[in-house]
């Protein structure tokens, strides 16, 4: 506060350079939210106006609108029969001579299955870029998330393991011609470093960009956080194991995260405990008139979302997605979150399911 400056100050490259460290990452670009590092990613990843993308039918809305804000065409893919990654053979089942790129995401506890994500893009010829905005501290084989491809990035909504006070942002890439694009379109298309080569041109305008920096507040309070994430994390999986080893094995609960092992190489870093359940609906309502929230990832998959009803998909085009989306339901989980509180969760559980067995 006392710098009197609250954008595109020293604190978000401060925030930049540490989060870089922290990942390994050659490149951390600070942006606005999530959303925007997706559209920005994918622009400066060179994808042109009506080129395909293909993204996971279940996932957050805005990794498909982030495509078309880009000026791409969303591809709708199926998840794996476990786990809740794209499946890399729905990617080659739906890609056509259009599809330029490929977007997994990696969503609640684990990688998707990126080496066979890499197999598909290989042979296809496309390029990846990644969707890790949930995927702080998932790493691959040490690589961490958003630096499996092209880039990735990370979303600092505060709900997230690293959350700001507002939104926020990142694009991660160890690509330094995609860095410098991503940082020209997020301040207006004016030239960073190796853009800026225009003699006589005061302040240049090298690309079509917008307004997606992020604020010096919002980084300020991100780099206070980065020091506490490797124990957040630690915390965070103490209550997941938790909450499998008191869930597992209850009539209703259909699946809970610890069923399903992550890909080889990688690991399980949670950041939302999900499980499938029996009558979710009825679940989570029992739940919150008891005071306890819950989430529901995601209440209608993407192919099935009116915004995209002009690209012709059914009900029953993606099984795997629509089940997901019937069963899944988040549980609380936050570093803060004491045993007691989860033992109750887990109580009322119990609860629910013996009164409708009973």
């Known amino acids: 506060m006392d710098r009197g400056k609250f954008s595109h100050g020293s604190v978000v490259a401060e925030f930049e350079r540490a989060l870089a460290r922290w990942t390994g ?3 951390v670009v600070g942006v606005n939210s999530g959303t925007d590092a997706l559209v920005l990613l994918l622009r400066a990843a060179g994808l042109r106006p009506g080129d395909e993308v293909v993204v996971p039918a279940y996932t957050f809305v805005a990794t498909a609108t982030s ?7 969303p591809v709708f893919a199926d998840i794996e029969e476990r786990g809740y990654g794209i499946d890399p053979r729905s990617v080659d089942a739906v890609a056509t001579p259009r599809t330029r790129m490929v977007m997994p995401v990696h969503l609640f506890d684990r990688l998707a299955d990126m ?3 890499h197999e598909v893009a290989r042979r296809r010829g496309l390029t990846v870029v990644e969707d890790s905005a949930e995927a702080i501290g998932m790493r691959l084989d040490g690589t961490h998330a958003g630096l499996l491809g092209t880039g990735g990035v990370l979303s600092f ?10 939104d926020a942002g990142a694009v991660l890439t160890d690509d330094d011609t995609v860095a410098e694009s991503v940082r020209a379109l997020r301040h207006h298309g004016r030239g960073g470093r190796t853009l800026d080569h225009f003699p006589g041109i005061s302040n240049a305008t090298v690309l079509p960009g917008c307004n997606s920096k992020m604020d010096d507040i919002q980084a300020a309070v991100l780099l206070a956080k980065l020091g506490r994430l490797d124990a957040g994390i630690a915390r965070r999986a103490e209550l997941s194991a938790r909450y499998d080893a008191r869930l597992r094995g209850i009539p209703g609960v259909l699946a809970v ?3 399903a092992a992550p890909h080889p190489g990688g690991d399980r870093v949670t950041y939302v405990h999900l499980i499938e359940a029996e009558d979710r609906d009825a679940l989570a309502a029992h739940l919150a008139a008891r005071g306890i929230g819950t989430e529901t990832y995601y209440p209608t998959p993407l192919h099935l979302q009116p915004c995209f009803a002009h690209l012709g998909h059914r009900a029953g085009d993606f099984p795997r997605a629509e089940a997901a989306c019937a069963a899944a339901l988040a549980l609380p989980l936050h570093a803060d979150l004491s045993d007691a509180d989860l033992d109750r969760v887990c109580d009322e559980i119990e609860h629910f399911y013996a009164g409708r067995r009973a």
């Open 25 to 27: 990452a050659a490149h």
């Open 67 to 73: 495509v078309v804000l880009a000026g791409g065409v």
């Open 115 to 117: 080496r066979g994500v």
């Open 157 to 166: 909504f505060p709900a997230k393991t690293l959350g700001a006070i507002g």
């Open 257 to 259: 995260p610890g069923d």
